[in-house]
């Protein structure tokens, strides 16, 4: 499996402040996807990072408030924009496949840790 | 892609078999039965997955009934560390064709090893 790191691990913000998360891969992987898990709560799916091209969200996400980037295949960054203390969460990056190969298993990063006060 | 039931919250001895049951009952024919585990806070774990066949890996075995409606996660000699919430979750394998890659999480189930 890919090894999947994040940055920063954790982040104490100001609200109206914005916030970039970084995930880089050991591996080219085909897919890249970033979930939000807010506190006592499950994971949700925000959007999926397409290399050059715009990502695609989830219903109730948007690219002005979560815009996301993913240059190459190994990277990829999820910015939360002015926030505020309800977007305090962990996010998370997910990766599937590799160029070439149909795999069927995504793996996860660590996370990132927001508190927004 | 299909929903999952899952028990909120199971307890089972340290040293003894843990076996955690999944109801998706709308399962669909090319829908594989996927489990993860988060252990407080950390990143989702990939545990093992099948589509109608029983598999086991060094982490745990997955068993899958016959008409595919529900399955039972074993982990054979549960330890403190595997306390954590474990999810099922159904998707479609893009072996089969599936046109999504997402991963629906539910509530998943508890677990709670005790020494």
């Known amino acids: 499996s890919a090894v999947i790191s994040q940055k920063p691990s954790r982040d104490i913000c100001q609200r109206g402040t914005s916030l970039t998360i970084q995930c880089q891969v050991d591996?080219?992987?085909?897919?890249m996807f970033w979930y939000r898990q807010q506190p006592g709560q499950s994971l949700t799916l925000i959007a999926t990072?397409?290399?050059?091209?715009?990502?695609?969200?989830e219903s109730g996400f948007v690219i002005d408030k979560f815009p996301i980037s993913r240059p190459n295949l190994t990277f990829s960054t999820l910015t939360v924009s002015n926030m505020s203390p309800e977007d305090s969460s962990i996010y998370l990056c997910?990766?599937?496949?590799?160029?070439?190969?149909?795999?069927?298993?995504?793996?996860f990063g660590p996370g990132t840790r927001l508190t927004v006060l | 892609d299909a929903k999952t039931t899952q028990p909120p919250s199971m307890d089972c001895a340290e040293g003894r078999a843990a076996n955690l049951p999944c109801n998706h009952s709308?399962?669909?024919?090319?829908?594989?039965v996927y489990w993860y585990r988060q252990i407080h806070s950390q990143g989702p774990q990939y545990i093992i997955h099948?589509?109608?066949n029983n598999e086991t890996n060094e982490m745990a075995s997955l068993i899958i009934t016959e008409d595919r409606k529900s399955s039972t996660l074993i982990l054979p000699h549960a330890t403190l560390r595997d306390t954590a919430v474990y999810y099922c979750?159904?998707?479609?394998?893009?072996?089969?064709?599936?046109?999504?890659?997402?991963?629906?999480f539910g509530t998943g189930t508890l677990l709670a090893v005790q020494p």
């Open positions: 997910s990766v599937e496949g590799a160029p070439g190969v149909i795999t069927d298993t995504q793996y």
């Open positions: 591996s080219q992987v085909t897919m």
């Open positions: 990072a397409n290399q050059g091209s715009e990502a695609t969200y």
């Open positions: 709308t399962i669909s024919g090319n829908e594989y």
């Open positions: 099948g589509l109608k």
């Open positions: 979750i159904v998707r479609a394998s893009p072996f089969y064709g599936g046109a999504t890659n997402k991963l629906i």
